[in-house]
């Protein structure tokens, strides 16, 4: 939704213009403003309406987050197999 905000802001503009109009949208102030009314927008949608969204939000979250978390593990348990099998060790359970 955001980028298609920026878009249609740059859509008109000459390639020029670009680089000016997108400099102060990366500062420091204006990422800063952006998350706050990123989490005011979330507190307003969400919080103040008393819904159950945000545990749903949290729910999920920690479900990614942990799978993340695991997926290194995974990944060089899944290669030490694919390296037995290629030098004839044994299946290991």
Do not use: W
Request: hydrophobic content about 40%; aromatic content about 10%.
């Amino acid at each position: 939704m955001a980028m298609r905000n920026v878009y249609k802001e740059i859509k008109g503009l000459k390639v020029k213009e670009v680089p000016a109009k997108l400099k102060p949208m990366l500062s420091l102030d204006y990422l800063k403003g952006s998350f706050q009314r990123g989490l005011d927008n979330y507190h307003q949608k969400y919080i103040l309406t008393d819904s159950v969204q945000p545990l749903y939000h949290i729910c999920f979250g920690g479900m990614i987050f942990s799978y993340l978390v695991a997926l290194p593990e995974e990944r060089r348990h899944l290669a030490h197999q694919e390296h037995a099998k290629q030098h004839g060790a044994p299946a290991a359970h």
